[in-house]
């Protein structure tokens, strides 16, 4: 069993497997309102759910149990793994792969050959707000083929520079220059890649 909401455009040889949602309209719209597209040759494995108003390139996978909300830009061979959140409102490049049990909450920007180890957290909230008051949004902003390690934590507003290098376990506060090495709690830059 599968559903696929009306203004869903689906590329040719889209695989959809069980228990999957794509289409789903956000609070506040309804079914058709926002156009769902999905690039040629992709793979969307069982359980995910694709809310409406996502453009998706080619070539996109995710593995089981993901969930993408509304009005993001996905460009070609993008992969999500199991059981990860992309929010809303994101803008993700070429060639860019999450492993499993990523969060990306809105707003963030990545660029394309980026590569995302498993459990990555990237936030945009430095504080809690209270129910009815609008958060102030910071967005990450993740430059061409940097690297994150395993469980690392993005902090609100930082950006990581091209082919930089996050440890595992890292909890970045600042930005990392391109080709840095940083890692820590908080993050320190202590090499360079190349």
């Known amino acids: 069993m599968k559903k696929i909401y009306n203004n869903v455009i689906l590329g040719k040889n889209v695989e959809i497997g069980d228990f999957v949602i794509i289409g789903k309209p956000p609070r506040g719209f309804r079914d058709g309102e926002l156009q769902t597209k999905i690039g040629d040759n ?20 995710t ?13 070609n061979d993008v992969a999500v793994g199991s059981f990860s959140e992309i ?3 994101t803008k ?5 792969s999450f492993h499993s049990d990523c969060k990306i909450y809105e707003a963030t920007i990545i660029e394309e050959g980026v ?3 498993p459990g990555v957290c990237i936030l945009n909230t430095k504080y809690p707000y209270r129910p009815g008051e609008k958060p102030k949004i910071e967005n990450v902003l993740v430059k061409k083929n940097a690297r994150i390690g395993a469980r690392a934590i993005l902090m609100p507003g930082v950006i990581l520079g091209e082919w930089c290098l996050v ?18 709690r908080p993050a320190e830059v202590k090499k360079d890649v190349r």
Do not use: C, M, W
């Open 115 to 117: 590569k995302f180890n």
């Open 167 to 184: 440890g595992a376990g890292s909890l970045v506060t600042k930005d990392v220059p391109a080709y840095k090495v940083a890692y820590g």
């Open 92 to 96: 993700i490049g070429d060639n860019v």
């Open 87 to 89: 929010a809303f409102g």
């Open 63 to 75: 593995g089981h149990h993901v969930l993408i909300r509304e009005n993001n830009e996905i460009g």
């Open 42 to 61: 992709s793979i969307i494995r069982e359980y995910t759910i694709i809310y409406a108003g996502n453009k998706i390139g080619n070539n996109f996978q």
